[in-house]
Protein backbone atom coordinates (compact mmCIF):
# COMPACT_ATOMS: atom_id res chain seq x y z
CA UNK A 1 0.00 0.00 0.00
CA UNK A 2 1.38 3.31 -1.19
CA UNK A 3 1.16 6.70 1.33
CA UNK A 4 2.29 10.02 1.25
CA UNK A 5 5.49 10.39 3.53
CA UNK A 6 6.29 14.53 4.56
CA UNK A 7 7.62 16.39 1.95
CA UNK A 8 10.93 16.36 4.12
CA UNK A 9 11.76 12.56 3.63
CA UNK A 10 11.50 13.01 -0.05
CA UNK A 11 14.78 13.36 -1.92
CA UNK A 12 13.18 15.11 -5.03
CA UNK A 13 16.37 15.62 -6.85
CA UNK A 14 17.55 12.00 -6.04
CA UNK A 15 14.61 11.07 -7.98
CA UNK A 16 14.74 13.55 -10.67
CA UNK A 17 18.34 12.58 -11.52
CA UNK A 18 17.57 8.73 -11.96
CA UNK A 19 17.64 7.14 -15.26
CA UNK A 20 14.75 5.80 -16.35
CA UNK A 21 16.25 2.61 -16.11
CA UNK A 22 16.89 3.30 -12.47
CA UNK A 23 13.17 4.35 -11.92
CA UNK A 24 11.80 1.37 -13.71
CA UNK A 25 13.83 -0.69 -10.92
CA UNK A 26 12.53 1.40 -8.23
CA UNK A 27 10.50 -0.52 -5.72
CA UNK A 28 7.29 1.08 -5.99
CA UNK A 29 5.83 -1.60 -3.17
CA UNK A 30 7.73 0.43 -0.43
CA UNK A 31 6.44 3.84 1.04
CA UNK A 32 6.27 6.49 -1.71
CA UNK A 33 5.99 9.87 -1.13
CA UNK A 34 3.78 12.07 -3.12
CA UNK A 35 5.68 14.36 -5.22
CA UNK A 36 3.12 16.31 -6.02
CA UNK A 37 1.97 16.92 -2.40
CA UNK A 38 5.80 17.86 -1.83
CA UNK A 39 5.58 20.23 -4.31
CA UNK A 40 2.28 21.61 -3.19
CA UNK A 41 3.76 21.89 0.47
CA UNK A 42 7.36 23.75 -0.55
CA UNK A 43 5.29 26.43 -2.35
CA UNK A 44 3.34 26.77 0.57
CA UNK A 45 6.00 27.25 3.01
CA UNK A 46 7.87 29.76 0.14
CA UNK A 47 4.49 31.85 -0.07
CA UNK A 48 4.71 31.94 3.99
CA UNK A 49 7.97 33.15 3.88
CA UNK A 50 6.88 35.76 1.61
CA UNK A 51 4.11 36.73 3.41
CA UNK A 52 6.40 36.30 6.80
CA UNK A 53 8.70 39.33 4.87
CA UNK A 54 5.91 41.64 3.84
CA UNK A 55 4.63 41.58 6.80
CA UNK A 56 7.65 42.74 8.78
CA UNK A 57 8.45 45.04 6.55
CA UNK A 58 4.97 46.81 6.65
CA UNK A 59 5.00 46.49 10.14
CA UNK A 60 8.61 48.76 9.83
CA UNK A 61 6.76 51.34 7.87
CA UNK A 62 4.40 51.59 11.11
CA UNK A 63 1.40 49.68 9.48
CA UNK A 64 -1.47 48.71 11.95
CA UNK A 65 -1.14 44.71 12.10
CA UNK A 66 -4.56 44.20 11.62
CA UNK A 67 -3.92 45.78 8.20
CA UNK A 68 -1.16 43.96 7.83
CA UNK A 69 -3.01 40.67 8.31
CA UNK A 70 -5.58 41.00 5.95
CA UNK A 71 -3.26 41.97 3.30
CA UNK A 72 -0.48 39.01 3.24
CA UNK A 73 -4.38 36.93 4.07
CA UNK A 74 -3.23 35.73 7.42
CA UNK A 75 -4.94 35.99 11.01
CA UNK A 76 -3.80 38.74 13.03
CA UNK A 77 -2.58 36.49 15.58
CA UNK A 78 -0.53 34.42 13.44
CA UNK A 79 1.30 37.86 11.77
CA UNK A 80 1.72 38.95 15.79
CA UNK A 81 3.55 35.75 16.46
CA UNK A 82 5.67 36.55 13.36
CA UNK A 83 6.66 39.77 14.32
CA UNK A 84 7.21 38.29 18.25
CA UNK A 85 4.41 40.76 19.56
CA UNK A 86 2.25 39.96 22.79
CA UNK A 87 -2.09 40.33 21.50
CA UNK A 88 -1.90 44.10 22.72
CA UNK A 89 0.93 45.17 19.72
CA UNK A 90 -0.12 48.46 17.77
Request: proline share 1%; net charge negative; with cysteine.
Amino acid sequence: MEMCLPAWTITVIALAQMTDEEFMKYDKSEEVADVCQAIQEIRKESEQKKAMEIARNFYNLGVDVEKISQGVGYAAETVKEWLGLSSDAR
